[in-house]
């Protein structure tokens, strides 16, 4: 019985409004266009408030993947904070704690990842949650430049 704990803190300049980049993280349909995971989804629903769960569940590489998360703050469009479980095949690998802030930019927003994690039994190498979450991030970041120029985009409030 070990953990190992890791902290790390990343940060994305994007080309679109705080409130366009807050949504891809408080609309479940924008959400799903960006968050990837197993290509055989289980279950998957989104309760974007404070005290809300997020439950993301599929398969991946022949086993199940499940995200387990709980909103603890939220103030829109500039800050979110959950904490969350992932499990592979029902073990749980890690517990995390995870701030986002958006703030404004010159020319869009800055968005800041910081996570703290508990990585339990030598189950998951915290250098590949880092990686895996700064690819999330390039799909985010990619998701919220192109719908930021579709129409309708145009003149949007941040």
Known sequence: ?????DEFSIERRIAASPARVFRA??????????FGGPSQV???SLDFRVGGDEIYEGIMHG??????ATYHDIVQPSRIIYSYELYVDDVKLSVSQTTITIEDADEGALLT???YGAYLDGHEDPALRREGTEGLL???VQSVEQSAHEPGAAGESA
């Open 1 to 5: 019985m070990s953990v190992q704990y």
């Open 25 to 34: 993280f408080a609309e479940p349909e924008a959400k799903w266009e960006w």
């Open 42 to 44: 289980v279950e998957r």
């Open 63 to 68: 086993g199940s993947h499940r995200f387990v």
């Open 113 to 115: 990842f910081r996570e």
């Open 138 to 140: 390039d799909m985010l």
